[in-house]
């Protein structure tokens, strides 16, 4: 009795209340040190919250790869460095054009920033602004993206 009913949490209650998560790969953007280091936040084209560069994986790309793509596309960043290693992660349930939520583990990789292009391809969706990493902190809503900001 007691391996089936194991065998009916692992094939269907398990996988009911631990769905999968779906990764993606962000960049956080940074310029200056010390007490003059900045972050760049952007907002999100659906709720216009703040957020950092992120998105899905690309063919071809690692995540560091991707993270860099995804900073140029959003937020028009050159690229001075571009951390390899990723510096951290978060997570946060994305709301699908369905209306379900899909949990994600974004991958957080460290850019540090050259300069800010005026033209980019989501120039007219997006606004974007440097704060510090105290401020940035209090703006955005992932708790493990709040702390990783906190503790630069």
């Known amino acids: ?7 009916i949490w692992e094939e269907v209650g398990k996988p009911f209340f631990q769905r999968p998560h779906r990764v993606q790969f962000a960049a956080l953007c940074v310029r200056g040190t010390g007490d003059d280091r900045k972050v760049l936040l952007i ?3 659906g709720t216009g919250r703040w957020v950092i560069p992120k998105g899905w994986p690309i063919d ?8 860099k793509e995804e900073a140029w596309e959003e937020a028009g960043v050159k690229v001075k ?3 390899r290693k990723a510096v951290g992660h978060f997570t946060y349930d994305k709301i699908l054009d369905d209306g379900t939520a899909q949990p994600v583990r974004t991958n957080v990789y460290r850019i540090d920033v050259k300069d800010l292009a005026e033209e ?3 120039v007219s969706e997006r606004e974007r602004r440097w704060f510090s990493p105290k401020e940035a902190a209090e703006l955005v809503q992932e ?3 709040r702390e990783m900001l906190r503790q630069m």
Do not use: I, Q
């Open 1 to 7: 009795m007691a391996s089936w009913l194991n065998n």
């Open 43 to 45: 907002t999100s084209r």
């Open 60 to 67: 071809g790309m690692d995540g560091a790869e991707t993270a």
């Open 81 to 83: 460095h571009l951390g």
């Open 120 to 122: 980019f391809p989501e």
């Open 143 to 145: 708790p493990e993206l």
